[in-house]
């Protein structure tokens, strides 16, 4: 929807409300709504403000110390919301509105907040370009259904919840068809949001899902997941269900993957792909770059302390760094021929911010083909039982290499590198003073 086409559609009356939102470096929307008239007059040029220790809080939105970036001693100011005029799109899901994309600049000098996400991602996304690449890719977002609300399962502490489903239902039709009141509708309001859908199908776990949408390049792929995200859950909140996007929200089950698939572009013709169909260079050194750079950006693949729990041994999830072609145990695989061949990247859950995810991928990749590094030889067979470099196994390992890495530091910037460093240690420390229900169950009486 262009600013013109939203124009008219206020003026028609079928606007009334615009959201103007940005992603906060756990990957949620933030932001505000208007009026609509008065985000014509006051905000479609000039922007809005939002305080700046929305890009510091933990995910309970508690002010945290140690951040250079904004704090209680600098006041906690405000930073400028600048719409993206080329992110409008109707909210397909609810009556009367729009949403509008916008990046975080500060108020004196109207540069971009380094440390906002999409403010990261934008920054590879111009590299690429300045190198002659159009990055594009799509993100495989699957996630848990219950049919219980958001509230009642609040209460329950989110324990012995009634999943959608009662059999594992990959592929299965006829269990998929029981939750087209919900999956269904998700499908039908991001095709009305101007997002457009491929399909949905049952997944690997009792209760999973997958819901699939187009690629795009990387920035506007990014908007449509955290979009697409916000949506669903506002569905499932009016209908009385949840849906959940934990990496792990189960022990005895597999996890929810959000599977990157990337692809570089020279125009209209694929950057990995010669004319015979044969691999190029550049999509050999962009595999290259990007496994070599994995195991210290896995934060930004893997960003919670549930994340980790997902690698497990022939559950769907890698648990080592090997490629191969259509090969599901591996955390890297190719697909497609072609125009269409592109690398799949199997190390992120459903819980990754795709702003950071994506933008780990691009400078991985493009630094591969400056530097062309070769990746390792292609693995054959069972990746679960190979002698591949295994990945971290737990957030706090997976921050000391990602705080402690030259190579990240190069390809993002101390103050970068740094902010989000602070950021998952303090997910480290909320963990690590936490008493869980394991503990009480394992311990309070037997030991």
Same mark, same amino acid.
């Given at each position: 929807?262009?600013?013109?086409?939203?124009?008219?559609?206020?003026?028609?009356?079928?606007?009334?409300?615009?959201?103007?939102?940005?992603?906060?470096?756990?990957?949620?929307?933030?932001?505000?709504?208007?009026?609509?008239?008065?985000?014509?007059?006051?905000?479609?040029?000039?922007?809005?403000?939002?305080?700046?220790?929305?890009?510091?809080?933990?995910?309970?939105?508690?002010?945290?110390?140690?951040?250079?970036?904004?704090?209680?001693?600098?006041?906690?100011?405000?930073?400028?919301?600048?719409?993206?005029?080329?992110?409008?799109?109707?909210?397909?899901?609810?009556?009367?509105?729009?949403?509008?994309?916008?990046?975080?600049?500060?108020?004196?000098?109207?540069?971009?907040?380094?440390?906002?996400?999409?403010?990261?991602?934008?920054?590879?996304?111009?590299?690429?370009?300045?190198?002659?690449?159009?990055?594009?890719?799509?993100?495989? &977002?699957?996630?848990?259904?219950?049919?219980?609300?958001?509230?009642?399962?609040?209460?329950?502490?989110?324990?012995?919840?009634?999943?959608?489903?009662?059999?594992?239902?990959?592929?299965?039709?006829?269990?998929?068809?029981?939750?087209?009141?919900?999956?269904?509708?998700?499908?039908?309001?991001?095709?009305?949001?101007?997002?457009?859908?491929?399909?949905?199908?049952?997944?690997?776990?009792?209760?999973?899902?997958?819901?699939?949408?187009?690629?795009?390049?990387?920035?506007?792929?990014?908007?449509?997941?955290?979009?697409?995200?916000?949506?669903?859950?506002?569905?499932?909140?009016?209908?009385?269900?949840?849906?959940?996007?934990?990496?792990?929200?189960?022990?005895?089950?597999?996890?929810?993957?959000?599977?990157?698939?990337?692809?570089?572009?020279?125009?209209?013709?694929?950057?990995?792909?010669?004319?015979?169909?044969?691999?190029?260079?550049?999509?050999?050194?962009?595999?290259?770059?990007?496994?070599?750079?994995?195991?210290? &950006?896995?934060?930004?693949?893997?960003?919670?302390?549930?994340?980790?729990?997902?690698?497990?041994?022939?559950?769907?999830?890698?648990?080592?760094?090997?490629?191969?072609?259509?090969?599901?145990?591996?955390?890297?695989?190719?697909?497609?021929?072609?125009?269409?061949?592109?690398?799949?990247?199997?190390?992120?859950?459903?819980?990754?911010?795709?702003?950071?995810?994506?933008?780990?991928?691009?400078?991985?990749?493009?630094?591969?083909?400056?530097?062309?590094?070769?990746?390792?030889?292609?693995?054959?067979?069972?990746?679960?039982?190979?002698?591949?470099?295994?990945?971290?196994?737990?957030?706090?390992?997976?921050?000391?290499?990602?705080?402690?890495?030259?190579?990240?530091?190069?390809?993002?910037?101390?103050?970068?590198?740094?902010?989000?460093?602070?950021?998952?240690?303090?997910?480290?420390?909320?963990?690590?003073?936490?008493?869980?229900?394991?503990?009480?169950?394992?311990?309070?009486?037997?030991?």
């Amino acid at each position: 929807m262009s600013p013109d086409e939203l124009r008219a559609e206020i003026e028609a009356g079928r606007i009334d409300t615009v959201v103007m939102a940005f992603p906060d470096p756990h990957g949620r929307l933030m932001g505000k709504r208007f009026d609509a008239q008065f985000f014509l007059d006051a905000a479609l040029d000039g922007g809005t403000h939002a305080c700046d220790y929305l890009f510091t809080v933990d995910i309970e939105m508690n002010p945290v110390e140690g951040y250079s970036y904004a704090s209680w001693q600098g006041g906690y100011g405000d930073f400028e919301m600048v719409p993206d005029l080329a992110t409008i799109r109707p909210c397909g899901w609810t009556d009367g509105a729009a949403i509008v994309m916008c990046d975080a600049e500060h108020k004196s000098t109207h540069q971009p907040v380094d440390v906002a996400p999409r403010s990261i991602l934008r920054r590879q996304t111009d590299a690429a370009t300045a190198q002659g690449f159009v990055a594009k890719g799509a993100s495989e &977002l699957e996630f848990f259904l219950y049919r219980e609300s958001y509230r009642d399962a609040n209460a329950k502490g989110y324990s012995d919840l009634d999943a959608a489903g009662w059999y594992v239902e990959d592929y299965h039709l006829f269990q998929g068809a029981r939750v087209e009141d919900y999956v269904g509708a998700a499908r039908r309001a991001l095709s009305r949001s101007e997002i457009p859908v491929e399909n949905s199908k049952g997944e690997a776990a009792i209760g999973q899902h997958e819901l699939n949408i187009r690629y795009a390049e990387l920035l506007d792929m990014a908007d449509r997941h955290v979009v697409m995200k916000q949506a669903m859950k506002e569905i499932a909140d009016a209908q009385g269900v949840s849906v959940s996007f934990m990496a792990k929200p189960h022990a005895d089950r597999s996890g929810s993957s959000c599977h990157l698939h990337v692809s570089l572009w020279n125009g209209a013709d694929s950057a990995f792909s010669s004319a015979d169909g044969t691999p190029t260079d550049e999509f050999r050194w962009f595999l290259g770059g990007w496994m070599q750079h994995a195991a210290d &950006l896995m934060p930004w693949y893997a960003p919670t302390i549930n994340s980790y729990k997902r690698y497990q041994a022939r559950s769907w999830a890698p648990t080592g760094l090997a490629w191969s072609h259509d090969n599901r145990t591996t955390g890297f695989r190719i697909v497609g021929t072609g125009q269409g061949m592109r690398i799949e990247c199997r190390l992120p859950g459903a819980d990754a911010n795709p702003y950071l995810a994506f933008a780990a991928a691009l400078a991985s990749g493009l630094d591969g083909i400056a530097n062309s590094i070769e990746p390792p030889p292609e693995f054959h067979g069972d990746a679960y039982s190979s002698e591949a470099r295994k990945l971290p196994t737990t957030l706090a390992e997976a921050n000391r290499l990602f705080s402690e890495s030259a190579e990240t530091r190069r390809l993002f910037g101390d103050a970068v590198v740094d902010h989000y460093a602070h950021f998952f240690a303090t997910e480290c420390a909320a963990y690590d003073a936490a008493v869980t229900d394991w503990e009480r169950r394992r311990y309070f009486e037997q030991i």
